[in-house]
């Protein structure tokens, strides 16, 4: 909720482009993550930061690529190579403390249609 | 890999009735989230149970951790259309691993 912005809320792109969509948090949270919502389904794990300047596939990375060069920061890109771009794109983050699981704030994602 | 699936996909309930989903993991997890999406929107964070067994309310809604810790429930008593949304629940085998997000349920409430 709170403490995480996306933007822009809805980006129209052509396809063959690709395009990069913003994800920011001032929550002080160490790791990110990025999933891909489609229409009526749950959601797929992209890529996720535990740490700044690394990171790791998720179970859908094919066609994307991430990088994360600030604690705040963990833009993703959709490259021309995925095939099916069209979807809702949210960025989440946690504090991630030793030894547990912790539990994940939202931004409010992204509606990318590819035209 | 680890699969969480969540039954049923969609439910449709007249207001006043009420609702459960199940989430059944193929993995043992070391704890379960609970998530509410409202229509258009993003998840948010419900609640998160830990203990084998463990039983939680939230003023009409009630989460339960099954014994094995492979299995949880939402229950939500005499429903009403502010609880429209879809419930996923989410979960994970201990450490550092990523969070896997069943596949959730979508709750339609009929005034």
């Known amino acids: 909720d709170g403490g995480i912005t996306q933007s822009p809320k809805y980006l129209f792109r052509k396809e063959g482009q690709n395009v990069t969509l913003s994800c920011e948090q001032n929550l ?15 959601l797929r794990l992209i890529y996720y930061s535990q740490i700044v300047n690394d990171f790791q596939k998720g179970d859908i990375a094919e066609g994307y690529s991430v990088s994360r060069e600030k604690k705040e920061s963990f ?10 771009p069209t979807a809702f794109y949210l960025c ?21 249609t590819v035209l | 890999g680890q699969q969480v699936m969540q039954i049923p996909q969609y439910q449709h309930v007249q207001e006043g009735e009420d609702f459960t989903t199940y989430c059944n993991s193929s993995t043992t ?3 379960i989230q609970w998530y509410k999406q409202r229509p258009g929107g993003h998840p948010v964070f419900l609640i998160q149970l830990v203990k084998s067994g463990e039983v939680k309310k939230q003023k009409r809604l ?17 429903t009403q259309t502010t609880d429209v949304g879809t419930y996923f629940c989410a979960g994970d085998s201990g450490g550092y ?9 979508k709750l339609q409430v009929i005034p």
């Not at chain 1, 946690?94 to 409010?108: A, K, N």
């Not at chain 2, 009630?62 to 005499?78: D, R, V």
């Not at chain 2, 691993?97 to 349920?105: C, D, E, M, N, P």
């Open chain 1, 28 to 42: 002080n949270h160490d790791a990110m993550y990025w999933y891909r919502q489609d229409p009526g389904q749950g």
């Open chain 1, 75 to 84: 833009p993703l890109t959709v490259t021309s190579a995925q095939k099916n």
């Open chain 1, 92 to 112: 989440a983050s946690s504090i991630l403390p030793s030894g547990s699981t912790d539990t994940q704030y939202f931004g409010p994602g992204t509606r990318l």
């Open chain 2, 29 to 31: 997890l070391s704890n």
């Open chain 2, 62 to 78: 009630t989460f339960q951790f099954g014994e094995a810790k492979k299995n949880s429930s939402l229950h939500i008593t005499a």
């Open chain 2, 97 to 105: 691993q990523k969070v896997t997000f069943g596949t959730g349920t």
